[in-house]
């Protein structure tokens, strides 16, 4: 039986593996392909998770945030483009889109007048970036909707069969 660690700085992996009350080796015969020793050298940060890795984590550990959160800060290229998504609860992400939208409906007019030249002039700057910053709070939102999805398939709350089967219909039409 593997001991309790009492380190402080628990890293996200460390957290997702003891959340599920799994040892490493235990981890390690979940994982499959990720022996315990590679659990250990990613938890204590003497090494990176390589992309498949994190992804078999994510899946068995049911915690599909794992992926964005490599893909936010320990990818070079996601690093630089991809916002780390904190996982909250539905009608958080609600209200947040809600705010989002009704604030980006109060601007569309003045991005249709900053945008109808096709150039963005110094008096229109400011107003630009306020709206482009808006815009990525919409993105960001609708991406923690979809981090909540992929986590309640995970967890069973949501039929995963018909949810893709359903949204494979859509993407049909």
């Not at 992996?13 to 990720?34: F, H, M, P, S, W």
């Not at 659990?39 to 794992?66: F, G, Q, T």
């Not at 996982?87 to 009704?102: C, D, G, H, R, T």
């Not at 700057?125 to 482009?132: H, K, R, S, T």
């Amino acid at each position: 039986m593997g001991r309790a660690s009492v380190k402080e700085n628990k890293n996200i992996y460390q957290k997702c593996r003891e959340g599920l009350g799994l040892t490493r080796e235990k981890a390690g015969e979940l994982l499959e392909v990720i022996p315990p020793e590679r659990i250990e050298k990613i938890e204590n940060e003497r090494s990176l998770p390589h992309p498949d890795e994190v992804v078999i984590m994510a899946d068995k550990y049911k915690a599909p945030h794992l992926c964005n959160y490599y893909c936010a800060n320990e990818c070079a290229i996601g690093s630089r483009y991809v916002p780390e998504i904190n996982p909250k609860e539905l009608s958080q992400i609600v209200l947040e889109m809600l705010a989002s939208l009704n604030s980006m409906h109060k601007k569309q007019e003045r991005l249709i007048e900053i945008t109808a030249d096709g150039h963005i002039g110094r008096d229109e700057v400011e107003d630009f970036i306020l709206i482009q910053e808006e815009l990525e709070r919409i993105s960001v939102t609708v991406e923690t909707l979809q981090l909540w999805t992929e986590k309640m398939m995970a967890e069973g709350m949501i039929d995963k069969a018909l949810y893709e089967s359903v949204r494979a219909e859509k993407m049909k039409q």
